[in-house]
């Protein structure tokens, strides 16, 4: 009998019977859940939405939420609109603050919901091509601690492929009633809305663990290395003498199969494989050769600079318009998900020769192909195909025709308007049509990429092509390195590293993280990561904020991935890689309790949360998230008690969840020791904010890694790089030390002059550091 965790299977070498003889039985029973692991299982394995809702509330009272509504209306229903300002409420009975949470939970289930999905197409297609049984391995003796998000929230250690999809189809259960709750007539509750949130990116941290562990076992990549390849990235990194693919997306599986194709045909070299967005950067894990070009917002200029002779595409974060694009410079779009068929017909089951026929003739612009090994050998054929004939043919205008069109510009202000970074585009346009177009270059680095210029000029101007043209020069020097995204990460480095983190003796964790939709361009995601390295605290950052830390060079012309070393200890900067590798973030802390603290970590969520929240240091910065993927990455962060400051747009979201200094009774923990309660501050003061400057958030980021658990030394170091960071920012003292200092020890000795007198202004008194905890059983178990 062979037993695995998806199936039971009996097979028999020979059965007789009366009526006959069988030979080589096999027969498959069912599903098992099951394996073999030492630690007994919590209170809470694969919990439905109401098991934690007593820890997200609690979570809640400190963290009340501050809603930011686009408008007073509700319209899910016929019913509607329904007018909610000023205290009504809906036909339905639903209020303002009700509503505005529901809306904050479709959004984290659609992110959750991408992510889930994503895991199932992936770890379904690694099963065809692997098996069942194919052995999950991300870091090798490096890690024995691997899935620790599975671990925790499930209560199953996953050994195989085949166990993911137990954990999958648990996932999905959980989703779809989180988006049954969202119903009209359903939850009406705004903190059990928020709850659900908390559930839905709990939800969407397992299948990004899914997914990355998938991938990294099948494809070998990089398995928790420190010091994996520095690659290329930037426009100017390409080669457009030879045949180029574009992939964008974010899963990589068609991706690959043009990597094994050109290998399989002695091509590699011959043929550039380029990419955009998480696809990107688990194509640079696969193969160290291919090219980076940049976040989601490099799409239209890299498409409209004509090198792409073959675009791909798979899903997530593809611009909705690309067939259009692709069309503009004569390149045919080959679309791989059925998430994005781009309304394209699917030729999956046609040979390639017809479907290659037909996209270099022209006779179709692109097509559908499910199979990615089939994508790998039209994409590369096409490529080598097309590029004759189309002559890398450009959508952007040459440097006389862009004073033409500028010339055409009545200065209407509508660009300006509609512009999310509120660029001065009519100005700037006008100054090129008088024959300087350098003050146009200029907002390159700032420009998102969105369009939305174009599509509001009047006089049908092509604005951000004009851009493009201006800054023809600097796109073609775009050279930059980024490291190939590592995985995990290593369990010995949890063990250097957890007793300085907890102990607040390293200041503190900063995760860059989330989308390109920064308010001043990438330069000022790459200085904050810089700043806090410099500052010895540890950087981890994956997908599209990955790249803008490696889009810019200091003095000596170093990116930030040669200036720091890649390890997880003070002063290093670590790429985890895409989107999914977020789960190696929110794992490392986890497993700081479980490696370094030896909490139980099967099914163990509240204990472990607790113990993340009062005394690991992280906080995550998204400084350009706009997609509901984003929001659901961060709420499974906020259910682990750590906070997420967003850039200036991230106040779109709706809601933030903040909490009041000037409430003291909200700031109590229990001393696990004694079971007293005890004073302790602000520490972290909210959970979900949103900054306007960057300067405002590294002093955020700084203050909220603060934790109840800090030793003297440790909130001392603390305390001087908030202080510093304040200082640098308003040109004065912040005036909530006191909050902060728990005895004279704790102060910096560099600052006691400045700082006791502040302390005694504000009629400070000593307190003592607790064993902290916010969960009364754990009280209990200490006196045990």
């Known amino acids: 009998m062979t037993v695995n965790r998806k199936n039971v299977t009996l097979t028999l070498d020979e059965l007789k019977s009366n009526n006959g003889s069988l030979k080589n039985l096999q027969v498959s029973i069912g599903s098992l859940r099951g394996e073999e692991w030492d630690e007994e299982p919590g209170p809470t394995p694969m919990p439905s939405h109401t098991d934690l809702r007593n820890w997200d509330r609690m979570l809640l009272s400190r963290y009340k939420p501050l809603y930011l509504p686009f408008c007073d209306l509700c319209c899910l229903c016929t019913y509607g609109k329904c007018d909610l300002s000023g205290g009504k409420k809906g036909a339905c009975g639903i209020g303002m603050e009700a509503q505005q949470s529901r809306i904050v939970l479709l959004a984290a289930c659609i992110g959750a919901a991408t992510h889930i999905s994503h895991a199932r197409h992936l770890v379904t297609h690694l099963i065809e091509q692997f098996g069942r049984r194919k052995p999950l391995d991300i870091g090798g003796d490096s890690i024995d601690t691997e899935a620790p998000i599975i671990r925790l929230v499930c209560g199953i250690k996953p050994g195989t492929l085949g166990d993911l999809e137990i954990v999958l189809d648990y996932c999905e259960r959980q989703v779809t009633e989180l988006l049954a709750a969202a119903h009209t007539g359903q939850e009406g509750d705004a903190i059990d809305f928020e709850s659900k949130v908390f559930h839905a990116g709990t939800m969407d941290h397992v299948g990004l663990e899914v997914a990355d562990i998938a991938q990294i076992s099948a494809f070998s990549f990089p398995k928790a290395d420190p010091d994996a390849s520095l690659v290329k990235l930037g426009l100017g990194t390409v080669d457009s003498t030879k045949p180029v693919i574009l992939v964008v997306g974010h899963n990589v599986p068609p ?5 094994d194709y050109t290998r399989e045909q002695n091509l590699s070299g011959a043929i550039e494989i380029t990419g955009i967005c998480c696809t990107a950067i688990d194509l640079t ?13 490099w799409q239209l200029r890299y498409i409209r600079s004509g090198v792409p002779d073959v675009i791909v595409v798979d899903e997530q974060c593809v611009r909705a318009d690309l067939l259009d694009e692709a069309q503009k410079i004569n390149a045919p779009l080959i679309a791989t998900s059925s998430m994005n068929c781009s309304g394209l017909p699917d030729r ?5 020769e017809e479907i290659i026929a037909d996209l270099v003739s022209g006779k179709t612009p692109g097509v559908l192909i499910l199979d990615p090994e089939k994508v790998g050998e039209v994409a590369v054929r096409t490529a080598m195909a097309v590029m004759n004939t189309r002559k890398k043919f450009r959508a952007i205008p040459t440097p006389e025709e862009l004073i033409e069109l500028a010339k055409q510009c009545g200065g209407c202000q509508e660009c300006s308007r509609v512009c999310p970074a509120g660029l001065p585009l009519a100005i700037v346009m006008q100054q090129a049509g008088q024959g300087d177009p350098s003050a146009l270059a200029s907002l390159y680095d700032t420009c998102i990429g969105c369009g939305k210029c174009e599509d509001a000029c009047l006089k049908e101007i092509p604005v951000h092509s004009a851009i493009l043209s201006a800054a023809d020069s600097q796109i073609q020097g775009e050279r930059f390195n980024v490291r190939a995204g590592r995985g995990a990460i290593q369990d010995i480095e949890i063990r250097e590293v957890g007793g300085p983190i907890v102990l607040g003796e390293i200041p503190g964790v900063v995760a860059f993280v989330g989308c390109a939709n920064f308010p001043n361009g990438a330069a000022e995601v790459a200085e904050m990561a810089r700043e806090f390295a410099r500052r010895r605290y540890i950087v981890v950052t994956s997908g599209c904020s990955a790249m803008a830390i490696g889009m810019h060079r200091n003095e000596d012309g170093q990116t930030p991935y040669e200036e720091f070393h890649g390890r997880f200890d003070a002063g290093g900067i670590v790429n985890v890689g895409s989107c999914v590798s977020n789960a190696h973030i929110a794992g490392a802390t986890i497993k700081i309790a479980s490696i370094f603290a030896k909490r139980k970590l099967r099914g163990n969520y509240e204990e472990i949360a607790d113990y993340v929240y009062n005394r690991v240091g992280a906080v995550g910065i998204a400084w350009g998230a706009m997609s509901q993927k984003a929001a659901a990455i961060a709420a499974g962060f906020w259910r682990l008690g750590i906070p997420v400051i967003v850039g200036p747009h991230g106040s779109k979201y709706r809601r933030m969840l903040l909490g ?13 020791r004694t079971g007293e309660k005890v004073q302790v501050g602000p520490v972290p003061e909210h959970l979900f904010i949103a900054a306007e400057t ?5 002093t955020l980021a700084a203050k909220l890694c603060m934790r109840p658990n800090d030793t003297s030394r440790g909130r001392s170091m603390k305390l001087t790089n908030y202080i510093d960071l304040y200082k640098r920012l308003y040109d004065r003292m912040p005036d909530d030390i006191n909050l902060f200092v728990r005895s004279q ?20 008194t000593e307190q003592s550091i607790p064993d902290p905890t916010i969960l009364k059983s754990q009280i209990r178990t200490a006196k045990e």
């Open 745 to 764: 020890a704790d102060v910096p000795v560099t600052m006691k002059e400045q700082i006791l007198p502040i302390l005694k202004e504000k009629g400070y």
């Open 348 to 352: 999956t089951d046609d040979e390639p």
């Open 694 to 698: 960057p300067e405002e958030a590294m």
């Open 285 to 297: 894990r696969y193969d160290p050769n291919a090219k980076i070009i940049g976040p989601i917002s």
């Open 255 to 259: 991706a690959i199969g043009i990597i």
């Open 660 to 672: 009041r200094r000037d409430k003291p009774d909200d700031w109590f923990v229990y001393d696990s």
